[in-house]
């Protein structure tokens, strides 16, 4: 596709707080496509991890921005929660300055086809198509018609293109033609089944090898397997190659900025007017009164942070970081000389910084795995939680690397100080949060004040996550239960001293928390379900 140098890339995922699968294959498309260096800028946000929906158009500085959804399909989270957290109000948003297109989400490009018999060569090597049946699986629930039309689409176009194989069908988890049928489902000696899923979370890696019968039971995630199943599996007098969810393909890469391409060429055809062009002036306006910021002028994010390490700026949240002196190699590895980049540690381990006692790391990627789980090897879901693990440095020689390594180790933290100077962060309360959840999230609205001020202080506290809150609950309640310094957050310092991290909005932790909350509640409050007593018989 064209470059777009002056313009943002925003990938969304759904993300998990217990898988830490979920959001890899998001993560690593971003990274591709960054590689590529087509556009100015390319973020992540997910539903379910940080960053969160609504910081992301906050992290990128330019002013027009593609938002392409990760998903298989049109649904839920495709057409409420993703344009309700990020302000869309149409195909294309101006917000907070920024032009935002709205793109479709990359299962729903035709492009699929093409990475749905990759995988299938790719998973059976050598076997004759003709002696295959090929199975494309969803969930189906019923609560979404669109991701079964999805897979429907697909097995349709496939079978269009005659691709050889004996048979093609589509099946699912939870709903006819069921894949635990799977053999009698086909009749060729060979079967492969490609999971329609984004990435290999519960569902793919976990549930589905069960329902095949290649697992007695659900096992541990991909990444906590020492070793990956190998194909083939001989079951039920056939051979069966199962491969990993259709979302981790890397040529998925290709599909997200096929459906930028997409998206620019339908605005061509479309009559040359603004009339899909809406604006959104409301999610600039912050929803409390009295201020937080102290409102400098718009500035990029990567000078702010360029301003504040030249100003003796070194710890974000557990993170030091500090000029040095980088010794560079040429081609054939021999010494050229040095220059100067950045160090990033631990901030318990800075005084450690280049002396050979940590495990040195030289990409900004590599952040990321850092941050993935805990010294005991837990995943952590919420990156600003006080668990990250010590022992490792990053030797960085750019700028902009810093940055994003940054951005791995503490989502959002940078943008969330740079708008909060700027003033241009909208505030909602716990409770206009939480009143406008919706789906299973819904109940979480009939949260009781006093319910709020206990949760807020278990989930919140310093011992479980670093970030300072700067909502109330109400515009007249702050939270009595937590220290002082939990809820005031520092103005963005114009020194170098360190920068806080902020909670601009109720995590997914804190939500999901309410919902079992409430849910307990009614459920201990609901009256007893009376036994029908039986009437006398009849002499
Ligand atoms: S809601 Fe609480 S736990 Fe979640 S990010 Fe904010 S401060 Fe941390």
């Known amino acids: 596709m064209q470059a777009k140098p002056h313009s943002a890339l925003v990938l969304i995922g759904h993300g998990s707080t217990l898988n830490p699968d979920s959001s890899t294959p998001t993560m690593d498309h971003a990274e591709t496509i960054r590689r590529l260096g087509l556009f100015q800028e390319v973020v992540c946000a997910f539903w379910k991890e940080e960053p969160a929906l609504r910081e992301v158009l906050r992290m990128v500085d330019s002013r027009e921005v593609y938002v392409v959804p990760n998903f298989i399909s049109e649904g839920y989270f495709t ?66 018609e669109n991701s079964t039309k999805a897979i429907k689409d697909q097995v349709a176009l496939i079978r269009q293109r005659n691709a050889g194989f004996a048979e093609v069908i589509d099946s699912y988890m939870e709903q006819e033609p069921l894949l635990a049928g799977w053999d009698r489902l086909t009749t060729a000696p060979n079967v492969i089944v490609v999971p329609f899923f984004i990435a290999d979370g519960l569902h793919s890696f976990q549930d589905i090898p069960v329902l095949l019968g290649i697992e007695s039971e659900p096992t541990a995630a991909a990444s906590q397997m020492e070793v990956f199943r190998h194909n083939p599996h001989e079951i039920r007098g056939r051979r069966l190659f199962y491969s990993s969810a259709i979302g981790t393909e890397p040529m998925l890469a290709d599909v997200i900025l096929d459906q930028v391409e997409a998206f620019d060429k339908a605005r061509q055809t479309a009559a040359a007017t603004d009339e899909n062009v809406t604006s959104n002036s409301l999610a600039d306006t912050p929803a409390l009164p009295g201020k937080l910021s102290i409102s400098q002028p718009p500035r990029s994010i990567l000078a702010s942070l360029q301003a504040w390490l030249e100003q003796g700026g070194s710890h974000l949240g557990e993170v030091a970081v500090r000029r040095v002196t980088i010794a560079a190699a040429d081609a054939t590895g021999q010494s050229a000389g040095s220059g100067s980049g950045w160090i990033l540690t ?58 994003l390594a940054l951005d791995y180790l503490n989502p959002a933290a940078l943008a969330n100080v740079v708008r909060l100077a700027e003033g241009s962060v909208p505030r909602l309360t716990l409770k206009q949060m939480l009143g406008r959840q919706t789906g299973m999230y819904r109940v979480t609205g009939l949260i009781r004040e006093s319910e709020a001020q206990e949760l807020v202080a278990e989930t919140c506290q310093d011992s479980k996550c670093l970030r300072k809150i700067i909502w109330p609950w109400d515009e007249n309640q702050g939270w009595s239960l937590l220290p002082p310094e939990k809820t005031i957050c520092p103005p963005p310092p114009r020194d170098g001293s360190p920068w806080p991290l902020i909670c601009t909005d109720a995590c997914p932790l804190l939500v999901g928390a309410a919902r079992e909350l409430v849910r307990a509640r009614q459920k201990a409050e609901a009256p007893p379900v009376s036994t029908p007593v039986p009437a006398p018989a009849l002499s």
């Open 346 to 403: 631990h901030h318990s381990d800075a005084d450690l910084a280049g002396t050979g006692a940590l495990v040195r790391h030289t990409d900004a990627a590599s952040a990321r795995e850092i941050a993935r789980h805990d010294a005991a090897g837990e995943f952590r879901p919420l990156k600003s939680a006080p668990t990250l693990k010590r022992g490792w440095e990053i030797v960085l020689s750019s700028l902009a690397e810093v940055r």
């Open 79 to 144: 057409q409420q929660v993703i344009p309700r957290e990020l302000g869309l109000t149409g195909e294309t948003t101006q917000i907070g300055g920024k032009t935002v297109h709205y793109c479709d989400p990359v299962g729903l490009h035709a492009g699929m086809t093409r990475l749905l018999l990759a995988r299938a060569a790719e998973v059976a090597p050598g076997v004759p198509p003709e002696e295959c049946s090929l199975i494309i699986v969803g969930h189906g629930t019923g609560l979404n």
